[in-house]
């Protein structure tokens, strides 16, 4: 095991690290989508429950189990139970991990694709429909790859700079960025003639579309956005210094993270309204919906390639956050030197990533369940085994663990107050693996 393990510098850097990894495509991508599909206003006050409610008392136990033993997931839960099966729920996570990133790099492939042709104004120059412009991309057996391993190389050679030098340098300049150009972009689309229309989309709830399903729908991808069940953020705690405050940090990361999934709506759906589309587009809403949006524009290849800009650095750091899960455990477990580690890892992704990303071409007549290859991995992920970490995290934490360890860790061994401690410690014990339970059979059956 690495005798001197790295840390983050500081508070900024532990916010804007997490926060890189919780903001993804979870947030810019698929929140906007699965808010459309699911009646607009009245899923994100779901949401915003479920974010709450389960998932700071989630993010408060993946912290506390990481900066308590700094050390991998796997490590982690054999340090707080060791002779117990309990490091099984950290190895699972890693498991978790290595699926996510079955598909994620393909998907960030495709944005760094965009983004090229957005540089290039190919993008928003091209006349035809633009189903069968991202059809060619996603089809084709080889464009898509190269741009896959564009991006997990990318994160290989950051990450290999180190913790400090790689992870949380690169995150304190592109995430800045990422915030500014949220905001021009959110201002720039409300400012269009259907600006109120998207606004009242969102903001003005139709509880009759209230049912199980949303509400299936919101706590996934509450869980999803916030990185949580699979051991990524235990990762990152595990390079929190002692006194950072646990619960502050949680709620910053959590606000933020909210925060950019709501202006990301603010930017698709005037923009969507604005030129007379569907907000019920499902998966296609970035990469079909919005170029057509985009070429509508006066300067369409700059907003362009704003957006995509925005796209693909969310997708980097969200990406960065679950390798360099994988590779602490890897580098710790296994005796390898980081580099080596990430070799491996990126090699093993790019087999995976080629199932994937076939599964749209040469093997789209495969399948699993009736799920193609790159289905599967989300499912099997985001549906089965994510809720499945999270649920084991909460009852290590909250049944196997005493309170007053979750106490100590939150309030840095009695040295700061927190006032709702006692309340997320009933949440972590009760609520949470409660309502995780409930929705994930919900969610089998629903299949
Ligand atoms: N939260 C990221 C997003 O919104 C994805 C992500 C990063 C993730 N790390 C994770 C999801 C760990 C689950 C678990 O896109």
């Known amino acids: 095991m690495a005798s001197k393990r790295a840390l983050f510098s500081g508070k900024l850097g532990v916010i804007l690290t997490t926060v890189g990894s919780a903001v993804g495509l979870g947030n810019i991508w698929r929140f906007p989508y699965i808010t459309g599909e699911n009646g607009g206003s009245a899923f994100i006050i779901v949401y915003i429950a479920c974010v709450i409610l389960l998932g700071i008392p989630a993010m408060l136990a993946e912290f506390s189990i990481g900066r308590a033993t700094h050390s991998n997931p796997s490590d982690a839960y054999k340090k707080l139970a060791p002779h117990t099966p309990w490091h099984w729920v950290g190895k699972l996570g890693i498991l978790v991990g290595v699926f996510i990133l079955a598909y994620y790099p393909v998907v ?9 042709d957005a540089i290039t104004t190919k993008l928003t ?21 190269i741009w896959m391993v564009v991006v997990l190389l990318l994160s290989h050679i950051i990450l290999c700079r180190g913790v400090q030098q790689g992870l949380e340098r690169v995150s304190k300049v592109i995430m800045p960025v990422l915030f500014v150009l949220l905001i021009i972009m959110a201002v720039h689309s409300c400012l269009m003639p259907g600006g109120p229309s998207g606004l009242r989309f969102l903001l ?22 916030l990185s949580l069940g699979m051991g990524c953020l235990i990762t990152y705690s595990s390079y929190f210094k002692e006194d950072i405050n646990l619960g502050k940090s949680a709620l910053m990361v959590i606000v933020l993270d909210t925060l950019v999934a709501l202006v990301s709506g603010f930017i698709i759906f ?69 580099k080596n580690a990430s070799r491996l890892i990126v090699l093993v992704l790019c087999v995976l990533g080629v199932l994937s990303s076939w599964s749209f071409g040469p093997l789209s007549q495969f399948k699993l369940f009736g799920l193609t290859l790159f289905d599967s991995f989300d499912f099997i992920t985001s549906s089965v085994l994510m809720p499945l970490g999270a649920l084991l995290t909460s009852l290590f934490v909250g049944w196997k ?39 994930f059979v919900g969610k089998l059956l629903d299949v």
């Open 270 to 338: 005037p923009a969507v309204f604005t030129f007379g589309m569907e907000p019920q587009e499902g998966a296609g809403l970035a990469f079909i919906v919005l170029p057509g949006v985009f070429s509508k524009m006066s300067v369409s290849f700059l907003w362009a390639t704003l957006f995509y800009l925005l796209l693909f650095i969310a997708a980097l750091t969200s990406l960065m956050s679950i390798h360099e899960a994988i590779l602490s455990y890897v580098t710790e477990s296994w005796q390898m030197s980081r």
């Open 401 to 439: 663990l005493k309170k007053q360890w979750f106490i100590n860790q939150l309030t840095n061994q009695g040295t700061i107050s927190v006032p709702l401690a006692n309340f997320f410690w009933f949440l972590l014990r009760y609520f949470v693996p409660l309502c995780i339970f409930i929705i």
């Open 204 to 225: 003005v709830p139709d509880f009759s579309k209230l049912n199980a399903h949303v509400v299936l729908m919101a706590l996934g991808q509450a869980f999803f956005s």
């Open 125 to 145: 120059s091209y006349t035809g429909d633009y189903g069968q412009y991202f059809n060619q991309l996603a089809t084709n057996a080889w464009m898509p790859l």
């Open 108 to 116: 960030s492939g495709w944005t760094l694709s965009y983004l090229f």
